[in-house]
């Protein structure tokens, strides 16, 4: 059976960034400390017709841009995200029309707090091994919320990755992928809250740490790995501090992980974190190169993943779609006022 | 009054204990004083648990029957009694049991301490500790644990000229000691610059001024002394216990950089043993936050009032000093599971009078003294133990 992986990839970042000591400065907090202790010096935000959707359908063309697929081709459309625009109906639908995939296509958004994205592509890979679909894409987009005075609202930011997944021209043989999931409630939303609620530091050692460890170990054990063995490594980001932290306890160092370490830049994406990770870390993989994945959602499971890029990536048109370092790069900064106005705090009922 | 000496000793490991139940803890830590102790569960006369808020950290009450059901003493009907006084409630159920012994009601007791209280967020903690003020006149208007110890702290500083730097010194010390500490909850040595440098959380006093919120459990069985021998080579009696009472919000009392409740306390215990504080080889005290044990050991008479910062800057109280202070790591390092800090300081004023205490050994310690603040004051314990 020929191998099955990445085909094309795409990302998408929102322009507009706001610094942690201007958040800081309208509560009354020392933002260089908060900067220090959460390793995030500055987020992005989306614009005012932003949203999960519209940051998809720019991920989504990217990756078509970058390739010569028909989008008539991908049969199916998973979007993971945990800030869907509509509670009822679907946001891959809007993709799907957007691109032009539409209608001989599987679709459904998905809900798995941060790494809804990954279970997309865990989604995607199965449908391509079983033959069912040539081509599937799978998304993972966020415009997360915080709260005002949130400790979230320091993190909360706004992008997305999108992956085509297939058997030809691949790019990143994915070679193993397994997930490791509990019922740990680390951090939610109920229906109809605005903003989500947290665990505070429970969301660290049982939550993330756990869930990485132990997904993380069993999908090297599972192929023979060592982390000596990867060039690059990619974790879930929701800070700057937990991804260094987890590197290191895993055994792998900050050098393989600092061209996925987009957090500190951007703040985390939620369901994006990951994916623009992986999008970095392909803007500048070369053939051979192993990579290493392991995303985390809240509530709670880690998906991981072990690729090899093969000699497929100098054929891809990368520079037809915006690198990953150029969207970070390209930024406007914005007071805390429009940043309240972009992301709907000035609402009433 | 009967003598009245410890003859068993448990501890669970303090922290962030999220896989450990409320009373996966306490059966632990009284497993283990049970075991250590080597009676059976027929001969437990009476238990006695400190608990400061089980009801709002994990939304139980009526612990003292629930203690000894978990234990498994159901069908034993043992009288089980649950005590309270804010971070004193394990000094306080120490002093019920040991009372309960002297006044030969009963031969032998198991006393625990506990509390659980990652269970909610640092705002629920926050709130559920300021309980232990005075509501009406204190947290009605927004104090804190931390607002209140930080007026402590800033007239010490001015009446006698305390420093940050001395401050810092407590919580540095502290940090030695709980690093040899495998117990304790921070076990890592920390620096003058990490305190200076960390977040304010009520000036003077910053991060790492402040003790940690805890999971934690710890307990004891007590024994008349007479039949001690019989379970023991090594029991250490308990040679006095004081206990006073404080006005309960700060801005009452006669000094507020004083805790008087200590002062008397510490009197009586003095008293009842009939020593002075120059016998006492080492301490725990209630270093809730750094400036409450530069005032502890001022008003525990190791040292004049307004030398505490002074004491500290000359190491007289490290671990090789000439008065050992808080060897576990104190509340600061070793953690603050409140009801459970006051059977936990007896814990280790035990292991260090029968030499067990490893590598925080003090040498040829005889009589060690244990002190419980609950509040800002309000109420406080001071327990002497003897190595016999």
């Known amino acids: ?349 | 009054m009967r003598d009245v000496a410890v003859i068993g000793v448990g501890l669970t490991k303090f922290g962030e204990l999220w896989d450990k139940s409320f009373r996966h803890l306490i059966t632990e830590a009284g497993s283990k004083a049970i075991f250590d102790s080597g009676i059976g569960g027929l001969e437990i006369d009476a238990m006695y648990v400190g608990s400061m808020s089980s009801g709002r950290f994990i939304g139980q009450e009526h612990i003292g029957a629930l203690v000894a059901d978990a234990s498994g003493f159901s069908h034993l009907n043992i009288p089980s009694t649950r005590v309270e006084g804010a971070c004193a409630s394990g000094g306080l159920a120490v002093r019920e049991g040991y009372l309960s012994i002297a006044s030969g009601l009963n031969d032998i007791v198991v006393v625990g301490g506990i509390e659980k209280m990652n269970d909610v967020g640092g705002n629920a903690a926050t709130e559920t500790l300021a309980t232990a003020l005075d509501q009406e006149w204190e947290a009605f208007f927004g104090a804190t644990f931390p607002g209140v110890y930080a007026m402590i702290a800033n007239r010490h500083m001015y009446e006698y000229g305390t420093t940050r730097e001395n401050l810092a010194q407590v919580a540095i010390k502290n940090h030695a000691n709980g690093a040899l500490n495998p117990f304790a909850q921070y076990q890592r040595e920390i620096k003058m610059e990490h305190v200076l440098n960390a977040a304010t959380v009520a000036y003077p006093l910053g991060l790492f001024d402040c003790s940690p919120v805890t999971d934690g459990a710890a307990a004891l069985v007590l024994c008349s002394l007479e039949k001690a021998k019989k379970f023991t080579e090594k029991p250490v009696k308990i040679i006095a216990s004081g206990q006073a009472s404080d006005s309960l919000a700060l801005h009452e009392r006669r000094d507020i950089c004083t805790l008087d409740s200590t002062v008397i306390a510490a009197k009586k215990a003095y008293k009842q043993a009939n020593i002075t504080h120059k016998d006492i080889d080492l301490a725990e005290v209630h270093d809730c936050f750094t400036i409450a044990e530069i005032c502890a050991i001022e008003d525990l008479g190791f040292v004049k009032k307004g030398e505490g910062g002074k004491a500290v800057e000359e190491n007289i109280t490290t671990l090789n000093g000439s008065l050992p202070v808080n060897t576990s790591g104190g509340l600061k390092s070793k953690g603050h599971p409140v009801g459970a800090t006051g059977v936990a300081q007896i814990v280790d004023i035990v292991k260090q009078l029968r030499g067990e205490a490893d590598k925080r050994q003090v040498k040829d310690a005889e009589i060690g003294l244990a002190h419980n603040v609950g509040g800002s004051g309000a109420t406080c314990t001071v327990h002497i133990l003897e190595a016999i």
């Open chain 1, 1 to 349: 059976m020929s191998d099955i992986g990445i085909v094309s990839y795409g990302a998408y970042i929102p322009r507009y960034r706001i610094k942690a000591e201007e958040i800081a400065s309208v509560w009354g907090k020392d933002g260089e400390s908060i900067s220090k202790g959460l390793g995030i010096y500055e987020k992005s935000v989306p614009s005012i017709d932003q949203d999960t959707a519209t940051i998809s359908v720019e991920a989504a063309r990217g990756a078509l841009n970058r390739c010569s697929i028909h989008p008539k081709d991908i049969g199916a459309i998973y979007v993971g995200s945990e800030s869907h625009p509509y509670a009822v109906k679907p946001t891959g639908t809007i993709v799907g029309e957007a691109i032009g995939a539409t209608p001989e296509l599987m679709v459904a958004d998905y809900e798995f707090a941060c790494k809804a994205g990954t279970a997309a592509i865990q989604s995607c890979f199965a449908l391509v091994k079983s033959n069912m679909i040539r081509y599937g894409l799978a998304i993972g987009a966020d415009t997360s919320q915080a709260a005002p005075g949130d400790a979230l609202e320091f993190s909360a930011s706004a992008g997305g990755g999108a992956f085509i997944i297939g058997k030809d021209n691949v790019i990143a043989i994915i070679n193993k992928t397994c997930s490791y999931t509990t019922d740990t409630p680390d951090f939610w939303r109920r229906a109809e809250r605005k903003y989500p609620a947290h665990g505070g530091r429970f969301t660290g050692g049982p939550a993330y740490f756990k869930h990485i460890t132990n997904c993380s170990f069993n999908l090297m054990k599972k192929v023979n790995t060592k982390p000596e063995d990867y060039d690059y490594a990619i974790f879930h980001q929701p800070n700057g501090k937990f991804p260094v932290s987890i590197a290191r306890k895993l055994g792998f160092s900050y050098d393989q992980i600092k061209q996925s370490l987009m957090v500190p830049y951007i703040g985390n994406t939620y369901s994006g974190a990951t994916m623009i990770g992986l999008s970095s870390v392909l803007d500048i993989a070369k053939s051979g190169d192993r990579i290493f994945l392991t995303s985390y959602g809240s509530g709670a499971g880690s998906d991981s993943f072990d690729m090899t890029i093969t000699d497929d990536i100098i054929k891809l048109h990368r520079g037809n779609a915006p690198l990953v370092e150029q969207m970070v790069n390209d930024k406007k900064y914005i007071d805390y006022g429009t940043y309240a106005k972009l992301t709907d705090l000035l609402y009433w009922e």
